[in-house]
């Protein structure tokens, strides 16, 4: 696994969130990419390390689709 070497962003509030659930659960980012195009959410593995590094913002139908892949409440991965 490796750490991530930049700061993070200020463009969301769950890419933290993403990205720690993700890799807890041993899903790399391939594998979501798969996951995330199979809902129809069409995103490469640059974008999603962007969403994770909260450098780039999220919307609506890529974050359910997200908290549908980690089988999570998408007010979790908002912080609620």
Do not use: C, P, W
Request: aromatic share 2%; no cysteine.
């Amino acid at each position: 696994m490796r750490i991530r070497e930049q700061l993070r962003g200020d463009k969301n509030i769950s890419g933290a969130r993403i990205e720690a659930i993700r890799k807890e659960r041993g899903i790399k980012q391939g594998d979501m990419i798969e996951s995330l195009s199979l809902q129809g959410v069409n995103m490469t593995n640059s974008s999603l390390s962007k969403i994770e590094g909260q450098h780039r913002g999220i919307n609506d139908f890529e974050l359910l689709a997200i908290a549908n892949t980690l089988d999570i409440s998408v007010d979790y991965l908002l912080g609620r």
